[in-house]
């Protein structure tokens, strides 16, 4: 199977917190944004979960960095991100990853606005034939940034090539870990790659994902 080259990028707090209760997430410190943005540039694609565009409404925009922004793609199966969340309105080219399960009529909301429809598997999108999907539409190098929900599900599919977490000088004791799920059935393995200290305090550790 023929797919992107997958990097996940997060910011956690010492006890792996992406976000806390309250769906609170601001952990970056200026470094970490801009080493974000540095792996933006170096990125075809990034992708984002629903509830992250929910939440965040982010803009996944190359500001920090030379270069040119990546496609932004949104996994939602279920269509509940809206058509003009800040994401899907900034220029350049947007991609909703979705379902095979809504009529032409559901989708004509995001088609009208320029967002391209990748459709995989039933019910959840099927990540692994979506990802093929993207391969084929060109997309070589895939930036994953969050949230937990999607990271989990795409390392628990084999698809995470790389993880990258900085760790920030907070504990929130509750919230979304950056692979939040019900488990990944075995352990995942990582060789370590490297590891800065940003900002005099925040640490951010790269890892490869070793799949015995
Ligand atoms: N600190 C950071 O670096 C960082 C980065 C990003 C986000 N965040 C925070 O993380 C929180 C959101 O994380 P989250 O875990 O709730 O949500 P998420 O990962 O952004 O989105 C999860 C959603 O993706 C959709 N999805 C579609 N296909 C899927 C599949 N095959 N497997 C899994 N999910 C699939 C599901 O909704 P449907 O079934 O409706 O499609 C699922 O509920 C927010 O509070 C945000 O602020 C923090």
């Not at 917190?17 to 309250?22: E, F, V």
């Not at 952990?27 to 933006?40: G, P, Q």
């Not at 606005?113 to 999108?125: E, P, Y």
Request: aromatic share 8%; with cysteine.
């Amino acid at each position: 199977m023929l797919r992107p080259y997958v990097v996940v990028f997060s910011t956690a707090t010492l006890d792996g917190r992406i976000a806390d209760p309250s769906g609170y997430s601001r952990l970056s410190c200026d470094e970490d944004f801009a080493l974000l943005h540095k792996h933006r540039a170096m990125a075809d694609a990034v992708m984002v979960g629903s509830n992250t565009v929910l939440v965040d409404n982010p803009k996944l925009t190359l500001r920090l960095a030379r270069g040119r922004s990546p496609i932004r793609i949104v996994v939602d199966s279920r269509l509940r991100t809206d058509p003009g969340s800040n994401v899907f309105g900034v220029p350049g080219r947007s991609v909703l990853l979705t379902t095979i399960d809504h009529t032409a009529e559901e989708l004509s909301r995001y088609r009208s606005r320029g967002i391209l429809i990748v459709q995989a598997g039933s019910g959840k999108v099927d990540l692994a034939s979506g990802l093929e999907k993207l391969y084929a539409f060109g997309i070589r190098r895939l930036l994953v940034e969050g949230g937990g929900g999607l990271n989990c599900a795409l390392l628990k599919h084999r698809l995470v090539d790389e993880v990258h977490v900085t760790i920030a000088p907070r504990i929130f004791g509750a919230g979304i870990s950056v692979f939040e799920g019900s488990g990944l059935g075995c352990p995942a393995y990582l060789a370590y790659i490297g590891h800065d200290v940003l900002c005099g305090g925040w640490v951010n550790l790269r890892y490869r994902v070793v799949y015995v």
